[in-house]
């Protein structure tokens, strides 16, 4: 299984499962009266179902995803948001499964960091609204929670870079070897110039003409020249093409 659908389906199985539990708490809610709560739970729950989505569109392109940073923002920033505004004993431990989610689907700096934004401020509004001991129990849990979790992370991130390095270098020399050579020519076989748009002038195509001095090269406009025909044999073969052309080389 690649990287790429790695993530594809740990994002989309962590983003079904807290839609799963958010949409459950937001009919238990409802059916208690709690109508502020049932709505912020029925937003939550509509946000991670759209993670999902987002993740079933951009399957192909996991590992550069910037939409789910703007999901999981807006989703600690809904919890913030609960907390200011709302009476509500034992909102706090929304924040739980939020924490889990960041690290699971950002990166870890990111993941790290958007969880902090939420603690901070939250451990802040625990202090001044709840009794003392309480607020400590509850943002001590939530900090523990959060170090575990990085921890996890990170422990897989460094066994997997781990993997990745004994798969492509040699024990012994620590030279790449050939799986590196193979993987990293698939690469540049697989990119053309002609699929990418760039930045102001969209599509584009390139023919290159290449040449090297032999022994009997003494003049540069003759390597300008040979090089020069090597272009125009590339761009009569077609867009993104390459055509080489040697230097003779003398016998003495």
């Known amino acids: 299984m690649t990287e790429t659908r790695l993530r594809t389906w740990t994002h989309a199985f962590g983003y079904g ?4 539990f958010i949409f459950t708490l937001a009919m238990q809610n409802l059916r208690y009266g709690f109508y502020e709560l049932f709505y912020l739970a029925s937003g939550m729950a509509v946000l991670t ?5 987002y993740t079933i569109i951009c ?8 939409g789910h940073l703007v999901i999981l923002s807006g989703l600690n920033s809904g919890m913030l948001a609960a907390l200011l505004n709302m009476d509500a004993p034992g909102i706090s431990h929304w924040a739980m499964p939020l924490l889990v989610l960041n690290l699971l689907i950002l990166p870890l700096r990111q993941g790290v960091g958007l969880s902090l934004l939420l603690l901070v401020p939250m451990s802040i509004i625990l202090f001044l609204e709840q009794a003392p001991a309480e607020a400590i129990a509850i943002t001590a849990g939530l900090f523990i929670l959060l170090a575990v979790a990085a921890l996890y992370i990170w422990h897989y991130d ?10 492509i270098t040699d024990p012994v020399t620590g030279a790449h070897n050939a ?9 540049e076989i697989s990119r053309t110039i002609a699929e990418h748009h760039w930045p102001v002038v969209g599509k584009a195509t390139v023919s290159l003409g290449c040449t090297t001095r032999g022994s009997g090269d003494t003049r540069t406009d003759t390597l300008r020249k040979r090089a020069h025909q090597a272009m125009e044999e590339a761009r009569r073969r077609g867009t993104d093409s390459v055509w080489f052309s040697p230097g003779e080389t003398i016998e003495t």
């Open 59 to 66: 399957r192909r392109h996991q590992l550069s995803a910037p």
């Open 158 to 167: 460094h066994m997997a870079q781990s993997a990745e390095d004994l798969a």
């Open 179 to 187: 799986r590196f050579l193979d993987e990293t020519l698939q690469k």
């Open 49 to 53: 179902l759209a993670g999902a989505i």
């Open 17 to 20: 499962i807290a839609c799963l």
